[in-house]
């Protein structure tokens, strides 16, 4: 889930039982390379991608004057990874990349 601070910005709680799931997908991607991480990300669905947007996790970024765009991991992206891993390995091993689990933001 997004909590709302004061002043606006958003910051996600990986152990919401929303995101439980999308915290085990991001923890599989720990030890991906950046670019390997950020590909695997963009298939992610539409609400899942748009939750870690809202969360300021990734950022899309515009390809050359078309309507598709790259994902680019943030700083709190890479933090929310390894956040995810610790998490994953204090609860258990993750069941791998489950990419069909509703995420509510």
């Known amino acids: ?17 929303a995101n439980r799931q999308l915290c085990a997908d991001l923890a599989a991607l720990y030890d991906a390379p950046p670019g390997a991480a950020e590909a695997t990300i963009g298939l992610f669905p539409s609400d899942h991608r748009a939750c870690l947007v809202a969360a300021g996790l990734i950022e ?3 390809i050359g ?19 995810c891993r610790r998490r994953t ?17």
């Open 65 to 83: 004057g078309s309507d598709a765009v790259e994902i680019r991991l943030t700083d709190a992206g890479h933090a929310a990874i390894a956040a």
């Open 1 to 17: 889930m997004l909590h709302r601070q004061k002043n606006g910005s958003a910051t996600w709680d990986p152990g919401a039982s």
């Open 89 to 105: 390995a204090q609860t258990g091993p993750t069941q791998g990349l489950r990419l069909d689990s509703p995420v509510h933001c």
């Open 60 to 62: 899309p970024v515009p």
